[in-house]
């Protein structure tokens, strides 16, 4: 039962980026930033979820606990409407984050979602409330470069049940078709990442779990992490902000990993 009450918030999270999900996120030698985002999750996924988090809530009221409140955000992207998304990501103008493109289609059982953001400076994308949950950090190295860096999430306790094979059983209806991408591009010449797959200035990393069943336990197990120079194609040279999650762990300049400022 414990398992069941931590892996229904890790899909609460799992579910906010979809059942097919493709981000890519352009850091530009000025400081700003771009995030591009298309999903897509299907009706079926849908129901799916929303029957969970009823037998969540019944398993709740068994045991005489209160149900934890709904995650607005949640309730966004499972039954996306294009106004309500609008109003909630208005509250982060204040911290220079825009969209330039919004739109929700819903066709053949499936609800697609197209969204590009643009934050000004990275260092406003740093306070906003989202950012310890999903954010990174940015630092250089002792050689000059940038190193951009987040933290595995298997030690977050919303993931701690998903190891479990009983569990990863129970998810395997819901998790059919799961496809999610990440794609970074950086402003300089990338010299080191741990992505799947790169170029010369952008990285990506995929996880299917049609492909590879063990893809959602690779997913929070993943490290995430690149290494680019501190200049640009035509060799001029730039200087980022310096950001760092509250609770992460960075690389120190040596390598190492030491607590964040």
Not at 12 to 40: H, M, N, Q
Request: include cysteine; charge should be positive; glycine fraction near 4%.
């Amino acid at each position: 039962m414990k398992s069941f009450r931590l892996l229904v918030p890790f899909l609460a999270i799992l579910l906010s980026g979809c059942l097919k999900l493709e981000e890519t996120f352009t850091i530009r030698a000025d400081g700003s930033a771009t995030l591009d985002l298309v999903y897509d999750i299907s009706e079926q996924a849908v129901s799916q979820m929303k029957a969970m988090l009823k037998v969540k809530e019944q398993m709740a009221a068994l045991a005489g606990e209160e149900p934890a409140p709904q995650d607005a955000r949640l309730e966004l992207f499972l039954n996306p409407v294009e106004d309500q998304i609008r109003r909630e990501l208005k509250q982060y103008e204040k911290f220079g984050i825009t969209v330039d493109r919004l739109r929700v289609d819903a066709r053949d059982n499936w609800r697609h979602v197209q969204l590009k953001a643009t934050c000004k400076n990275l260092n406003d994308l740093a306070k906003a409330d989202f950012f310890d949950n999903c954010g990174f950090s940015l630092s250089k190295d002792k050689s000059g470069n940038y190193v951009l860096f987040r933290n595995p999430a298997s030690g977050n306790e919303t993931s701690a049940g998903l190891s479990d094979p009983e569990t990863l059983k129970l998810m395997t209806p819901i998790l059919e078709g799961f496809t999610t991408t990440f794609k970074i591009a950086t402003p300089g010449k990338i010299l080191q990442s741990t992505a799947h797959t790169k170029s010369a200035y952008s990285a990506s990393w995929e996880f299917n779990f049609n492909k590879d069943p063990s893809a959602i336990n690779k997913l929070q197990d993943q490290q995430f992490k690149i290494v680019f120079e501190s200049k640009t194609l035509e060799g001029k040279s730039y200087k980022l902000p310096e950001i760092f999650q509250k609770k992460a762990t960075v690389p120190a300049k040596g390598g190492k990993p030491t607590p964040a400022r």
